[in-house]
Nanobody, 115 residues
Framework: QVQVVESGGGLVQAGGSLRLSCAAS????????MGWYRQAPGKQRELVGTITSDGSTNYNDSVKGRFTISRDNSKNAVYLQMNSLKPEDTAVYYC?????????WGRGTQVTVSS
């Protein structure tokens, strides 16, 4: 069974930074790419960005230049460095793993940015 767990969320003032981590355990292999998503209250879940197996990244325009995704294949981990945070970044952040056998999601971690 695969478990995906996010961590690192919290409360931060506007302009501050947070680093989210996500790790997968269990029978997970053949990971293609990983993604970070977020869902704000009353809104649909949206893509924050993705990172492929070779390290190529893609970002939502709203976070370009502020957020950076990285991964550690040896740990099956993915990270989201968030700088210059804005109140509109407040959301529950989720990571997922795309593998040959399916897509695995974590339960999310809350990020709250105060103005």
């Amino acid at each position: 069974q695969v478990q995906v767990v996010e961590s690192g969320g919290g409360l931060v003032q506007a302009g501050g930074s947070l680093r989210l981590s996500c790790a997968a355990s269990g029978n997970i292999f053949s990971v293609n790419h990983m993604g970070w998503y977020r869902q704000a209250p009353g809104k649909q879940r949206e893509l924050v960005g993705t990172i492929t197996s070779d390290g190529s990244t893609n970002y939502n325009d709203s976070v370009k230049g502020r957020f950076t995704i990285s991964r550690d294949n040896s740990k099956n981990a993915v990270y989201l460095q968030m700088n210059s945070l804005k109140p509109e970044d407040t959301a529950v952040y989720y990571c997922n793993y795309y593998t040959l056998l399916g897509v695995y999601w974590g339960r999310g971690t809350q990020v709250t940015v105060s103005s």
